[in-house]
């Protein structure tokens, strides 16, 4: 089958070569390509939290995650839950490119009468367990589904990707509190720790350091990663699935930067709600095709 306008567009950067979405290095790339083309054609916002959440994204779906493109309501299937659904470009992106739906849906991002809407939706989307974008109520979802499959004698795990402004609010350390309380050893909670928010630096709005340590202090396995590092999210990851059976719920702290992968948009927090359109755009575009895994430098559109 020929590749439609929209996927010709951005896979053209692989120039012909293979692109094995299996890779969890290829896969975060994809979505930052099409984070960039979905907020430009639709004018949307959040880019810097979707480049922020790339790796991690792309290894939950490319080395953790059970789950089935082909039949996505596979009751044996793990459960993943975007607390910070206003990144919710970059899972979609990541479904298209593993097979949940086409490729070519994406252009719709954001549309009139698409699926694809600004913040992740389970609405008629394949792969898509919860409609998010309340921040702060992902982990408590994650909880419940997770202390279901317990109830239940499932051995599927329930997965949260939360935002670390969002840890501001009290519905994440009651869901903390409690998934200690009820051992979910089940539950895995990562926080796309870019040490921003809305419109400032966390510190300068409510200060969460020692982080880490407070996630301890609720009960919680605590690992601290670097969160671009796709080795150190796999390994991470895995630790935390081999201590199933120790009545502990696990958290990674993935540190990460916001706005990652094009440099004028890195830490600034304009790129929250900024949509990079004219000649921020085309230089958006130029640094990511030279990040293309296997790239020669090319600056194709």
């Not at 699926?115 to 898509?128: I, T």
């Not at 589904?145 to 239940?152: D, K, P, S, T, W």
């Not at 051995?155 to 939360?162: C, F």
């Not at 796999?234 to 201590?243: K, P, T, V, W």
Request: aromatic share 8%; proline share 3%; charged share 25%.
């Amino acid at each position: 089958m020929a590749l439609g306008d929209y996927e010709a567009l951005t896979h053209a950067a692989f120039q012909g070569r293979e692109i094995d979405t299996a890779d969890p290095r290829v896969l975060a790339w994809l979505i930052r390509r099409h984070g960039l083309e979905m907020t430009h054609i639709s004018r949307g916002s959040h880019i810097g939290a979707v480049f922020s959440v790339a790796e991690i994204i792309a290894v939950l779906y490319t080395s953790v995650l059970r789950v089935r493109p082909e039949e996505p309501g596979w009751p044996e299937r793990d459960r993943l839950i975007l607390s910070k659904g206003h990144a919710g470009a970059a899972v979609y992106a990541a479904l298209a490119e593993r097979g949940f739906f086409p490729v070519e849906e994406l252009s719709t991002h954001y549309a009139n009468g698409s699926r694809l809407s600004g913040h992740v939706s389970a609405k008629g989307v394949p792969g898509v367990e919860f409609s998010t974008g309340s921040l702060g109520h992902g982990l408590a979802v994650a909880s419940g589904l997770a202390l279901g499959a317990r109830m239940n004698g499932e051995k599927w795990r329930a997965y949260a990707v939360l935002g670390d402004g969002e840890c501001d609010e009290g519905e994440v350390w009651e869901s903390a509190l409690q998934a200690r309380q009820y051992k979910l050893d089940n539950l895995i909670a990562v926080v796309d720790h870019n040490r921003m928010q809305s419109l400032d630096f966390c510190e300068n709005t409510l200060a969460l350091e020692p982080f880490a340590d407070k996630w301890r202090a609720f009960g919680w396995r605590t690992l601290v990663v670097d969160g671009h590092d796709t080795d150190a999210l796999r390994r991470a990851f895995g630790q935390c699935r081999g201590a199933q059976g120790s009545g502990v719920p696990s958290v990674i702290i993935a540190q990460t930067t916001k706005g990652k992968g094009v440099s004028f948009m890195e830490n600034d927090i304009l790129w929250h709600y900024r949509t990079p359109q004219g000649e921020e755009y085309e230089a958006a575009l130029r640094e990511l095709n030279a990040q293309c895994p296997g790239a020669t430098g090319g600056e194709q559109r």
